[in-house]
């Protein structure tokens, strides 16, 4: 049986159906496909077109398919081309009669555009969950870091010496701002396209703003033909995975640097690294390079849909079916990449020493040695000449730079205590610096703004998608 038999005549060939099926990757919109058709109904009783009897056994039928669809219970046929088509010949069979009256005032255009941004919310709220967790991982290896310091890189060369706390908060951070995109992106989507019909609305005495409402959608669409065409929610979506994505593969290139014999500067444990089959000593970072890998996957399935969407007329086209697969594997992969790193940092060793040691070399004092030179009156261009100068000599003539800088008239022995390893670490005391006061005060800020994230988050109180979809990790079941 299809949905459109009245229309054309005999059974659609195998291959149209092998090509066109959504089946195999939209069952995991299963549960939001029954809460969409629940309002519906209940929307229709509304409208006066469905009497509250007729309404129950619609009901009551959706309750069990949810169930079956929940336990694995559940037979698809082989006329099942997606989600919408067999959840509603399921309820036609339990249902008799009125299930022909499910789909009154609906297309599977508006029906699918709701199930999308029912499911894709849901799961945001999801992902921002995971990207606290991580940002609380962080705040712990950062409190539990003290003092610790390690160089601060740019161009990958030594630069200045930072707290390893201010070095972890950095990334932390970043996620702050994926975790404002995702609350963003979400308050952007919460409208609902039920009502819009497949393309123009309806004769019927809809009420799409009810329907909106039972939904738990802030609104309801504006357009008909923009509500069925519009996939920027999924676009969107896409770009905050990928950008989670990114970040967490900068974590992943350090620590996969940190990780190395040449740094030296971390040591994964054991749960959370993998060995080589063939080379006995190996201790491989394979989640951090995953991390890495996994974003250039999710880059290409943003690429890919704005490609898909760049084309298209209004309103609905065949082609909007290709927006699943990418989101769902973006989803799949972003949230098993958030548990898989959290624990990593959870349990990495920080070797401390080597960090200190490599950021405790008198170069990495440098600018210290130029700023007091500053604070005595020095323009800070010759002061950075005349220590430039002293750094490249120490180096050409094998002379340690606090020998140079005793024997230097405007400098002498009181700065030499600058180049102790160690000091100089502690005199990035500027807002926002590297150095233990100003790390305190911005450990307080990140905190508190961990809490408030967690409640604007907690705003959202989406039921995470359930029936038919499994959770990532899980095998395929039909
Ligand atoms: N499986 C389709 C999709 O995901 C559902 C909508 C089909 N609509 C249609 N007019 N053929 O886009």
Redesign the pocket.
């Known amino acids: 049986m299809t949905l459109w038999e009245g229309r054309l005549s005999g059974r659609p060939a195998e291959e149209l159906m092998a090509f066109t099926e959504?089946l195999s990757f939209?069952r995991r919109l299963a549960s939001v496909d029954i809460e969409g058709s629940r309002a519906h109904v209940r929307g229709l009783v509304r409208a006066g077109i469905l009497t509250d009897s007729e309404a129950g056994i619609l009901l009551v039928a959706l309750d069990r398919v949810d169930e079956e669809l929940g336990s694995s219970m559940f037979t698809f046929a082989p006329g099942d081309?997606?989600i919408?088509t067999a959840v509603e010949r399921r309820v036609t069979e339990i249902a008799g009669e009125v299930g022909a009256k499910l789909h009154t005032g609906r297309?599977?255009?508006d029906?699918?555009a709701t199930d999308l941004r029912m499911y894709t919310r849901a799961a945001l709220v999801r992902t921002g969950r995971r990207i606290l967790e991580l940002q609380l991982v962080l705040l712990r290896r950062a409190k539990s870091a003290d003092d610790a310091y390690l160089p601060g890189y740019t161009h990958l060369q030594r630069a200045q010496p930072v707290l390893l706390a201010h070095h972890l908060l950095a990334h932390g951070w970043a996620l702050a701002r994926d975790l404002d995109r995702i609350v963003d992106a979400l308050d952007r989507m919460n409208v609902s396209p039920l009502g819009a019909g497949?393309l123009a609305g309806s004769s019927l005495r809809l009420d799409p703003d009810g329907v909106a409402q039972d939904l738990g959608f802030a609104r309801r669409f504006e357009n008909s033909l923009d509500a069925v065409s519009d996939r920027d929610f999924v676009a969107e979506t896409l770009f905050v995975i990928a950008l989670i994505g990114v970040h967490l593969s900068r974590i992943g290139e350090e620590i996969a640097l940190w990780s190395s014999e040449e740094f030296g500067f971390a040591r994964l444990d054991d749960r959370y690294a993998t060995g080589s089959s063939m080379l006995p000593q190996k201790k491989n970072p394979d989640i951090a390079e995953l991390a890495r890998g996994k974003a250039g996957r999710i880059i290409g399935h943003l690429t890919g849909l704005l490609a898909t969407l760049k084309g298209l007329p209004l309103s609905?086209n065949?082609d909007?079916?290709e927006d699943?697969e990418p989101l769902l594997d973006a989803f799949d992969q972003v949230d098993r990449a958030l548990g898989a790193l959290g624990g990593l940092m959870d349990t990495i060793e920080f070797d401390i020493e080597r960090m200190q040691e490599a950021a405790g070399g008198p170069a990495v004092a440098a600018i210290d040695l130029a700023e007091w030179l500053v604070e005595r009156g020095m323009p800070f261009r010759q002061a950075h000449a005349t220590v430039g100068g002293l750094v490249r000599d120490s180096i050409e003539r094998h002379v340690p730079l606090a020998e140079l800088v005793e024997a230097h008239p405007a400098l002498g022995t009181e700065p030499l205590a600058l180049l102790e390893p160690g000091v100089a670490v502690t005199r990035r005391t500027s807002p926002g610096g590297a150095g233990p006061g100003a790390v305190a005060a911005q450990m307080e800020r990140y905190e508190r703004r961990l809490d408030l994230d967690r409640e604007r988050l907690a705003r959202f109180t989406f039921s995470p998608p359930s029936a038919g979809e499994k959770a990532p990790g899980e095998a395929d079941g039909a």
């Open positions: 959504s939209d081309e997606d919408h297309s599977r255009n029906q699918v497949a609905y065949r909007l079916q699943k």
